[in-house]
């Protein structure tokens, strides 16, 4: 009798605790089912998305070239950067080939990887194994990455170069003490060294090479004429710095770029001063905020038509033609700045 009234209240408090368990554990996955908006419901957790707050476009655009900044992290510390290291993620390699898939049988012909510095991650072998599925598999008519060069190594293009149309490196000066007040470095490395060097790889491989440079309060004076001509690039991409809310101005930023930006008539005498250079291609605020398709490390469209980045839900959940009617993409000035051009390697007739 005694055994069995001890006994008794033990178990009672035993189910009081398995109870309270249940129910914590139930309230937390409550929580992350409301929070999942990127994956199968209840199966891939690292699939974070939100419910859209802007309104839905009503017809949904071709995601004929597609920018897929799939890490946030870099090795530089640009003060102008609007695509910050907000987070680590990096969705695994199958899943990314799955939103890719998702994305050519939609009508995607091009694709341009980027982060971030798309070269840190797995040292650069996660993105070539992407660009060989993109153009092996899916049978891209153009991939493309912008880099900052500085992680980029000879073997790499030996093993993934065949592979790759275009590698655009990213140089907003052709001075190093300018690259150093910008951030575009690391260390002791000279960024302007890494440029050249990986020129003359992209020649030996037979890869297009391209330059995007920022201007800004500390380049806006520099004439790039020389350089430029001297590199040769199959396009040289100039953007005016720009700010978005959230990611290099703003309350929550990891940057803070108001320093380095610059008005219309300072980037249209840049413009004016470098108009003798036949592949310069120029791209105002004005052209750039709503004019690219972005998918974000979670395959989210993200929608810059107020001066931050709204995220769609995920391609991976809701698909294509649900996920870009939230992109806010502006298909019109898309072509008017250039955006569709000769963009497969095999098409451009260059002297290799």
């Not at 960024?191 to 790889?201: A, C, E, F, G, V």
Request: net charge neutral; proline share 3%.
């Amino acid at each position: 009798m005694l055994l069995s009234s001890l006994v008794e209240p033990l178990i009672a408090l035993l189910q009081l605790c398995i109870s309270t368990i249940h129910w914590i554990v139930a309230g937390v996955f409550a929580k992350v089912c409301f929070w999942d908006g990127g994956a199968k419901r209840g199966t891939n957790s690292w699939a974070v998305s939100r419910k859209p707050s802007q309104k839905r476009d009503q017809t949904a655009p071709i995601p004929t070239s597609v920018n897929y900044h799939f890490t946030r992290k870099c090795n530089y510390k640009c003060g102008f950067c609007f695509h910050t290291a907000k987070t680590s993620f990096v969705l695994p390699f199958e899943e990314a080939k799955r939103g890719l898939k998702l994305l050519k049988e939609d009508g995607m012909e091009k694709i341009n990887f980027s982060g971030g510095e798309p070269f840190l991650h797995e040292k650069g072998e996660f993105l070539g194994k992407m660009v060989q599925y993109c153009k092996v598999d899916l049978q891209l008519p153009s991939v493309s990455i912008v880099s900052n060069g500085s992680m980029i190594k000879e073997k790499w293009f030996q093993k993934y170069g065949d592979y790759l149309d275009i590698l655009a490196i990213s140089c907003d000066s052709f001075d190093e003490e300018t690259n150093q007040l910008i951030g575009r470095t690391q260390g002791r490395k000279s960024h302007l060294d890494s440029l050249y060097k990986i020129r003359s790889w992209c020649q030996q491989y037979k890869v297009a090479f391209k330059i995007n440079s920022v201007i800004n309060t500390f380049n806006i004076d520099e004439d790039m004429t020389e350089q430029i001509r001297q590199l040769d690039p199959v396009r040289w991409k100039v953007f005016q710095c720009l700010l978005i809310d959230g990611e290099n101005a703003g309350e929550t930023a990891l940057r803070e770029a108001e320093k380095f930006v610059i008005s219309d008539q300072q980037f249209q005498e840049f413009l004016c001063r470098h108009s003798d250079v036949s592949c310069l291609v120029p791209e105002s605020n004005e052209k750039m905020r709503n004019s690219y398709l972005i998918l974000d490390e979670y395959m989210r469209f993200l929608d810059c038509r107020e001066g931050s980045k709204r995220p769609s839900r995920s391609i991976l959940d809701v698909g294509v033609k649900e996920a870009i009617c939230f992109s806010g993409f502006d298909e019109k000035m898309f072509l008017q700045r250039g955006g569709k051009y000769v963009w497969s390697k095999a098409d451009m007739k260059l002297e290799w």
